[in-house]
């Protein structure tokens, strides 16, 4: 009798690009760690001046790698978090942002399920004053509206790797906009399916 072996979770890598937000620094670290599975946090500070890098330090040993020192602005650290990163997908989650329970298993469900997929974009929920409310837009499949008017969720939108590191990472130019333009590099090299 053969035995079936169990397969692992693939690995997946967020990076927290921050600066000046030590508000929200620490909920967004617990996001994450809470999450469990093989993921591996990487948060980027820019030189922070408010108590981030000490929240950062108390949190060291659950994060991957880390730095505190001036940066280019969030499209370049999110480049130097990409350098530290080892998963086989990943994202990236601003310190003001958090993870949802069960994202990371959503997550790995979906890329075991086709291995080649290149894009998974997810939902995600606004949280403000006023309460909480999802954003329920998503990407039709329609290769036209996924080129010219794209929805990208970007704290719910994961790229395989390989891939974004291909390209060379996020378009250092940018202070914006950067996840869109590499949702254009992915698909404009890659297509449309397996998203």
């Known amino acids: 009798m053969r035995h079936l072996q169990a397969?692992?979770?693939?690995?997946?890598?967020?990076?927290?690009?921050?600066?000046?937000?030590?508000?929200?620094?620490?909920e967004c670290i617990r996001s994450v760690r809470e999450q469990g599975g093989d993921v591996e946090h990487i948060v980027v500070d820019g030189g922070s001046t408010d108590g981030s890098k000490?929240?950062?330090?108390?949190?060291a040993d659950q994060l991957r790698w880390w730095?505190?020192?001036?940066?280019?602005?969030?499209?370049?650290?999110?480049?130097?978090?990409l350098a530290q990163a080892s998963g086989a997908a990943f994202t990236w989650v601003n310190?003001?942002?958090?993870?949802?329970?069960?994202?990371?298993?959503?997550v790995q469900r979906a890329f075991a399920a086709d291995p080649e997929?290149?894009?998974?974009?997810?939902?995600?929920?606004?949280?403000?004053?006023k309460g909480e409310?999802?954003?329920?837009?998503?990407?039709?499949?329609?290769?036209?509206?996924?080129?010219?008017?794209?929805v990208i969720n970007q704290p719910a939108t994961w790229y395989r790797l390989?891939?974004?590191?291909?390209?060379?990472?996020v378009d250092p130019a940018l202070r914006y906009v950067m996840d869109v333009e590499l949702w254009w590099q992915v698909l404009l090299r890659h297509g449309t399916d397996h998203l």
């Open 133 to 150: 409310r999802i954003f329920d837009r998503l990407n039709s499949t329609v290769d036209q509206q996924l080129l010219a008017d794209p």
């Open 162 to 169: 390989d891939v974004v590191k291909e390209i060379g990472g």
């Open 54 to 59: 000490a929240i950062i330090e108390q949190h």
């Open 67 to 81: 730095c505190s020192e001036k940066d280019k602005g969030q499209s370049d650290a999110i480049n130097k978090g």
């Open 95 to 106: 310190s003001d942002d958090a993870l949802l329970p069960g994202a990371i298993a959503h």
């Open 7 to 26: 397969t692992r979770p693939m690995r997946l890598s967020i990076i927290t690009p921050s600066y000046q937000q030590a508000p929200y620094l620490e």
């Open 117 to 129: 997929l290149l894009v998974f974009g997810g939902q995600v929920t606004h949280r403000d004053a």
